[in-house]
Structures are given as C-alpha cells and as structure tokens.
C-alpha cells in the first residue's frame, strides 16, 4: 500500500533509490510522477511554520443521517418572518459574533474551538432525495446509478469509494492499527444499506471495520483477537511459512490473501481490541457524552482515535428518511413536527454528545492533530410546513440543499470562527458558498493527500479523488 508521506533516506538532492523503485509500481494504484512529487513536496511544505498539508493524523466524521435543519441549529434568522425564522431564539456563544439555536446551549459553550460554514450548497440529481445527496457528499462524485429521482440503490464494487476507504487508501494507519471504522449504525434509506460508506472499486481491503452493536452495552469484537486454538506462537509460525513460500517463489506472494499481514498485525496488536472496551472508561466521561448509542458511539470514536485509527465515521443512529419520532435514536428527516421533535429529542443529544467530544479532544491534546466534522446530506427548507418536492405536514420542514451548515474543528482548522454567509432567510449562499466536495477536499488537504490526485478504476479510466472543488483554505 502506498504511502505518499514517507521519509526513506535520499541520493543528493533527488528522490531516493527506494523511491524510485516506489514510482515504478505506481501503475498500480494510477498515479504518475508528476503527482507522486507533487505529494511529496506538499508533505514538505506541511512541516513549515504555519503549513496545513497534512496537519491532520485523524478524522472524525459525524455524518447527521437525515439531515439537520440548518436555521435552527447553525444559522438563526430572528429577523426573518415567523413562518421562517422558526421557535428558537439566537443564543451568543464564546465566540465573539457567532450565535446558535437556542437548543445548543452546552455546545455555544465550546464555540472558540470550532468553525461553522454556513454557505454550503449541493444540486444532487434528480429530486432533492436523501440517496443522491449522501452519494454526493460521502464518495466527492456525483451519482452514476442512482434512479431518476435520486433514490438509492444497492452498493456495489462499481461504486466510487467512500471518503474514509480513499483516505486510508492513500494514508494508510500504521501496523496494529485499524484504518478505517464505522460506528453507530450503517448509512440507509429506504431498504437500501450501506449507501456509499464502503471501498467500493478500491476492493474489500479498503472497506469500513463496523461496529453497529448498541454501545451502551459490552461490545464483543472477536474478530480482532486470536481463536481460542490458535497460539501466537502458532500465528508465528505461520506468518514465518509464508515468508519462506514467497522467499522461493516471489510470484507465490499474489496468490495469499493480500491483507493476511495486516489482518496478523492488528490480532497481535492490543490497541485496537482495548479501544473496543468502553467499560474502561470513568463512569463521569460516559455520562457527559451521553448513555445513547449516538453518546457511546462518539467516545468510541475517540478511543480509537487514540488508538491510532486513522478514520472513524460516526453515522446517526436512523436511517436518513425513517419517520423523527421520540427518543434519543430517531431521525432528522423532520417533514412534520420538527420543533418538538428537535427541542426535546434530537438536539439534547446532539448538544450533549457533540459539545463533550470537542472538549475531550482539546483536553487530551488531540483536537489539533484530529479533525471533525458534523455535516448532513443537506440542510432543511427556511419556509415552515411548505413542500418544495416532498409532502410537508404542520411545522416541517422540506429538504433543501440550496443552502445549509456544516461543523468542523481540529487538525488545522482555526476555531471560533464563521465561514461564509446565507442570505436573510437562509434560503441561499450569500457570500463564500462551498460545495460539500470542497469540504472532502479539505479534510484531504489536512490528511496530507492531494485531492486532485488520479487513480484508475476497474475499466483503468481516471478518477479524481474529487470529482470538483478544492480546500477551503480560509478556514484554516
């Protein structure tokens, strides 16, 4: 697996032998060498005073399947007509001119240690449905096989891989640490799972390790330990057989599983199995995150942060279109209700829950070298109980992707701050709009992997990792 952040020893002032030879496998994986030094010298640049490139070792992406209603969380509108600006009032947070809704009390609290953008903006195809939109905003492409109204379908291994399956792709964990992990609950709509959350064409290696058991129970992770009949002396046995075998007859190598070392790498390994164990933790962190599966899930999060993984996808535990009901689990599709439904369901966890992960990595010294991200498909339509392409009952609010917020903090990102600006009913981008890909565009400018960066995929066409866009670097 390549690694464009290596530090191998040089011959002058080129590339090195190994390097070299490294460039010279690079049909592999589709790239050239202009960009292999162009990586390179972008990883260079990161280690200069004030550089971005790369500043991040983590990701943590909340992803709010269902899809937050902008104006009453992010973007308050108080001057706006009632029928627009809602029930909540504005709250000012620690941040000098940055104001919530006031269902985000714990988390105006920690506002100096994240930004909002508040311009972002997506045209999923076909109608403004759930399906195109996270395809849209988890894979950075626009959807290829999606029906004529942008509802999902199947995942397959055509598909374009995930956000977090690219970024252990080109920045992969280290040995005896899991790359990439999803938590909480998978990605759906409809009777469809799975939507864009796996590798895709990258191949199964690159697929999530998924947890979707409640956490707020012992979690049973077998698959990261040893079977009982096997010893690690054993395992050593058999990792030494191989490396015969392939000594002899190097072709042999393609004919093992190709993820056996790193399969052998992670059972030895204690880190990644510990992280699992929630039970470890202080009685007064689980309860400031939160006993709910969202709750758990998060400070999972951060455990295996500190473990070394290097992406986890925390995913809302309903599924992106079920109905919002009561309790701490239901969705944000709120088409009916959504003031009740926010104010004393949804919001208090995500307040709870949110606010404690952004303090808990500042405190522990992580939040710089981790970024998060708190985002939805799309955001949720300024006018009440009126349908733009969806039925709409009293008090809901339609899907919009016009315009919308997103939250993201650490690993380069400067906090307190506020990135572009809606217009007077948050309707749309009034200053600085982003598209959801410039948002995976910084999230990879900050893993230290270029995103304009080819590879080539199963029919050996070119792919960006990005379909468009590119980092948002007011933000940082």
Same mark, same amino acid.
């Given at each position: 697996?390549?690694?464009?952040?290596?530090?191998?020893?040089?011959?002058?002032?080129?590339?090195?032998?190994?390097?070299?030879?490294?460039?010279?496998?690079?049909?592999?994986?589709?790239?050239?060498?202009?960009?292999?030094?162009?990586?390179?010298?972008?990883?260079? =640049?990161? #280690?200069?005073?004030?550089?971005?490139?790369?500043?991040?070792?983590?990701?943590? $992406?909340?992803?709010?399947?269902?899809?937050?209603?902008?104006?009453?969380?992010?973007?308050?509108?108080?001057?706006?007509?009632?029928?627009?600006?809602?029930?909540?009032? !504005?709250?000012?947070?620690?941040?000098?001119?940055?104001?919530?809704?006031?269902?985000?009390?714990?988390?105006?609290?920690?506002?100096?240690?994240?930004?909002?953008? *508040?311009?972002?903006?997506?045209?999923?195809?076909?109608?403004?449905?759930?399906?195109?939109?996270?395809?849209?905003?988890?894979?950075?492409?626009?959807?290829?096989?999606?029906?004529?109204?942008?509802?999902?379908? %199947?995942?397959?291994?055509?598909?374009?891989?995930?956000?977090?399956?690219?970024?252990?792709?080109? #920045?992969?964990?280290?040995?005896?640490?899991?790359?990439?992990?999803?938590?909480?609950? !998978?990605?759906?709509?409809?009777?469809?799972?799975?939507?864009?959350?796996?590798?895709?064409?990258?191949?199964?290696?690159?697929?999530?390790?998924?947890?979707?058991?409640? %956490?707020?129970?012992?979690? *049973?992770?077998?698959?990261? /330990?040893?079977?009982?009949?096997?010893?690690?002396?054993?395992?050593?046995?058999?990792?030494?057989?191989?490396?015969?075998?392939?000594?002899?007859? %190097?072709? /042999?190598?393609?004919?093992?599983?190709?993820?056996?070392?790193?399969?052998?790498?992670?059972?030895?390994?204690?880190?990644?199995?510990?992280?699992?164990?929630? =039970?470890?933790?202080?009685?007064?962190? *689980? =309860?400031?995150?939160?006993?709910?599966?969202?709750?758990?899930?998060?400070?999972?999060?951060?455990?295996?942060?500190?473990?070394?993984?290097?992406?986890?996808?925390?995913?809302?535990?309903?599924?992106?279109?079920? =109905?919002?009901?009561?309790? %701490?689990?239901?969705?944000?599709?709120?088409? *009916?209700?959504?003031? !009740?439904?926010?104010?004393?369901?949804?919001?208090?966890?995500?307040?709870?829950?949110?606010?404690?992960?952004?303090?808990?990595?500042?405190?522990?010294?992580?939040?710089?070298?981790?970024?998060?991200?708190?985002?939805?498909?799309?955001?949720?339509?300024?006018?009440?109980?009126?349908?733009?392409?969806?039925?709409?009952?009293?008090?809901?609010?339609?899907?919009?992707?016009?315009? @919308?917020?997103?939250?993201? /903090?650490?690993?380069? $990102?400067?906090?307190?701050?506020?990135?572009?600006?809606?217009?007077?009913?948050?309707?749309?981008?009034?200053?600085?709009?982003?598209?959801?890909?410039?948002?995976?565009?910084?999230?990879?400018?900050?893993?230290?992997?270029?995103?304009?960066?080819? @590879?080539?995929?199963?029919?050996? #066409?070119?792919?960006?990792?990005?379909?468009?866009?590119?980092?948002?670097?007011?933000?940082?």
């Amino acid at each position: 697996m390549l690694s464009i952040l290596t530090r191998p020893g040089r011959l002058c002032d080129g590339p090195s032998r190994r390097e070299l030879l490294t460039v010279g496998t690079l049909g592999l994986v589709g790239l050239a060498l202009p960009d292999y030094l162009r990586g390179k010298a972008r990883a260079a =640049e990161s #280690r200069a005073p004030g550089g971005t490139f790369g500043r991040a070792e983590s990701v943590i $992406v909340l992803y709010m399947q269902g899809s937050p209603s902008h104006i009453d969380l992010w973007d308050p509108k108080p001057a706006a007509p009632a029928e627009i600006r809602g029930e909540f009032q !504005p709250i000012a947070t620690r941040a000098p001119g940055m104001f919530l809704g006031e269902v985000l009390p714990r988390l105006a609290m920690e506002a100096d240690k994240f930004a909002l953008v *508040r311009s972002t903006h997506v045209n999923p195809k076909g109608l403004p449905n759930h399906g195109s939109a996270i395809y849209m905003l988890l894979t950075g492409h626009d959807s290829s096989n999606f029906t004529a109204t942008g509802l999902a379908v %199947p995942p397959t291994r055509e598909d374009l891989p995930s956000i977090g399956a690219t970024a252990i792709r080109f #920045r992969p964990a280290q040995a005896g640490r899991l790359g990439y992990v999803a938590l909480c609950a !998978p990605v759906g709509e409809g009777v469809v799972t799975g939507l864009a959350q796996g590798a895709g064409l990258l191949g199964g290696g690159h697929d999530p390790f998924t947890m979707y058991d409640d %956490p707020t129970k012992p979690l *049973r992770v077998d698959g990261l /330990a040893l079977p009982s009949d096997v010893t690690s002396v054993r395992l050593q046995g058999r990792r030494e057989l191989r490396a015969k075998i392939v000594a002899e007859r %190097p072709m /042999a190598d393609a004919n093992f599983d190709p993820y056996f070392e790193k399969a052998a790498s992670l059972v030895e390994s204690t880190k990644a199995l510990a992280a699992f164990r929630l =039970e470890d933790e202080p009685q007064g962190i *689980r =309860e400031r995150y939160g006993l709910t599966r969202f709750g758990q899930s998060c400070l999972l999060a951060r455990r295996l942060v500190e473990a070394g993984t290097r992406f986890v996808q925390v995913n809302w535990p309903a599924r992106a279109d079920q =109905e919002p009901g009561p309790g %701490p689990d239901g969705s944000w599709d709120t088409h *009916r209700n959504n003031f !009740p439904i926010l104010r004393d369901h949804r919001a208090p966890v995500f307040d709870l829950t949110m606010s404690a992960l952004v303090s808990d990595l500042a405190q522990r010294g992580l939040l710089e070298s981790t970024l998060v991200v708190a985002i939805g498909e799309f955001g949720r339509s300024p006018r009440i109980g009126a349908a733009t392409t969806n039925n709409v009952g009293p008090g809901g609010r339609d899907h919009w992707p016009h315009c @919308y917020s997103f939250l993201i /903090a650490g690993g380069g $990102v400067r906090g307190g701050q506020v990135y572009g600006e809606s217009d007077k009913h948050g309707a749309y981008p009034k200053q600085d709009p982003v598209h959801p890909w410039d948002m995976i565009a910084t999230l990879y400018h900050l893993l230290g992997i270029p995103a304009d960066m080819e @590879y080539r995929d199963t029919l050996d #066409r070119p792919r960006r990792l990005v379909q468009q866009g590119s980092p948002i670097l007011g933000l940082l």
